[in-house]
């Protein structure tokens, strides 16, 4: 993924461009690490720390000027049920579930990610030829004319009923 956009967004000084741009990128359901790192930069130039802390925890990028953001977003998080901590990051990395541990712990804050932990990065499977299933809507529109029809056909038998017994009643 290129940034070239956001780089131009930046050196305009428009910050919320740059951070518009890469908000978008950020639903595509793959991980893109430089993705969240350029995105925690944004972020940390716009001063919000807590939201840079956790970009930038995510990337795995420990460099020493992203350390008081990441620890500002850690002092907020509780780590001790992973599964929840990961609750709290971005959907690309929540899919992870079977990395719940090694995120939340002592060495990926330290470290970042690890090349056995990358390569244990699950990529989303999609099925490009299978169509997402729909509802019969058909069927269940059929259904509802039919009831209304019946009903209305109950009525009319009815008030047929009701006006032959009152014509009835008045001629005799």
């Keep these: 993924m290129t940034f070239e956009t956001v780089d131009q967004a930046i050196s305009e000084k428009k910050l919320w461009r740059a951070k ?5 990128r950020l639903s595509h359901p793959d991980v893109d690490l ?4 350029k995105y925690g930069e944004v972020l940390l130039e716009m001063n919000d720390l807590i939201e840079a802390g956790r970009m930038l925890f995510c990337s795995g990028a420990r460099d020493e000027r992203f350390r008081e953001a990441i620890t500002i977003f850690l002092s907020r998080s509780n780590r001790r049920q992973p599964q929840r901590f990961l609750a709290q990051l971005p959907s690309s990395i929540r899919r992870q579930r079977h990395l719940a541990e090694f995120i939340a712990s ?9 090349a056995t932990q990358l390569s244990r990065l699950a990529p989303l499977q999609t099925h490009v030829s299978t169509r997402p299933y729909q509802r ?7 259904l509802f004319i039919a009831v209304i029809v ?19 009643t008045l001629t005799e």
């Design 150 to 168: 019946c009903v209305l056909a109950l009525s009319l038998s009815g008030l047929y009923t009701t006006i032959s017994f009152a014509v009835r």
């Design 20 to 24: 518009e741009i890469l908000q978008g």
């Design 136 to 142: 019969p809507h058909r069927l269940t529109s059929a």
């Design 106 to 114: 002592p060495e990926f804050e330290r470290d970042g990610w690890t």
């Design 34 to 37: 430089a993705l969240f790192q």
